[in-house]
T-cell receptor, first 116, second 113 residues
Framework: AQTVTQSQPEMSVQEAETVTLSCTYD???????LFWYKQPPSRQMILVIR??????QNATENRFSVNFQKAAKSFSLKISDSQLGDAAMYFC?????????????FGEGTQLTVNP | DAGVIQSPRHEVTEMGQEVTLRCKPI?????LFWYRQTMMRGLELLIY????????DSGMPEDRFSAKMPNASFSTLKIQPSEPRDSAVYFC???????????FGSGTRLTVV
């Protein structure tokens, strides 16, 4: 079974600075998708960014980018120019690409605090 | 699109009572997922459906839990009888095969006293 590990329960960053959240995963599959979700205090789960394993190019969405290291099974999220609204719990998630419509497996989450 | 709609947003019930949580997925999505979130166990998949058919219910904790998807636009998660340890936030999510991520509802916070 696939597992997702986020080793940083909590992180903090100064407003306008850059922060990187870590995620590692374990899988024997070659085809899969990786995601970062944000959960603010409103508890809504919001998709931040996704990465297809077959793509070598790292995904980018505005201030959010990933560093995808397939061989190392690492998928970190970089937030640039951090804003107060970025404060939230961030979850890394894995989905198998070998079974259509299959489940998302989540990591434990990293609580990000943004200091003004 | 209104997104994934869950109801109720909050539910407080007494132990032993039946609880029904409801979900309306995004129109056109063919996969639906029920997750439970607790501090101790994080986000756990309870069950998921493809094209209204249950595919994997191995995450359903006990026979007290049941889920149905009678049509493409509606699903329910029922707990009968409820227990205090069922207290959690229950999320419904839908996707089109999951390739572009899942859209989550706002969740139902269940408190069993």
């Amino acid at each position: 079974a696939q597992t997702v590990t986020q080793s940083q329960p909590e992180m903090s960053v100064q407003e306008a600075e850059t922060v990187t959240l870590s995620c590692t995963y374990d899988t024997s599959e070659s085809d899969y998708y990786l995601f970062w979700y944000k959960q603010p205090p409103s508890r809504q789960m919001i998709l931040v960014i996704r990465q297809e394993a077959y793509k070598q190019q790292n995904a980018t969405e505005n201030r959010f980018s990933v560093n995808f290291q397939k061989a190392a099974k690492s998928f970190s999220l970089k937030i640039s120019d951090s804003q107060l609204g970025d404060a939230a719990m961030y979850f890394c998630a894995y989905r198998s690409g070998e079974t259509s419509g299959s489940r998302l497996t989540f990591g434990e989450g990293t609580q990000l605090t943004v200091n003004p | 699109d209104a997104g994934v709609i869950q109801s109720p947003r909050h539910e407080v019930t007494e132990m032993g009572q039946e609880v029904t949580l409801r979900c309306k997925p995004i129109s056109g999505h063919n996969s639906l997922f029920w997750y439970r979130q607790t501090m101790m166990r994080g986000l756990e998949l309870l069950i998921y459906f493809n094209n209204n058919v249950p595919i994997d219910d191995s995450g359903m904790p006990e026979d007290r839990f049941s889920a149905k998807m009678p049509n493409a636009s509606f699903s329910t998660l029922k707990i009968q009888p409820s227990e205090p340890r069922d207290s959690a936030v229950y999320f419904c999510a839908s996707s089109f095969w999951g390739n572009y991520g899942y859209t989550f509802g706002s969740g139902t916070r269940l408190t069993v006293v």
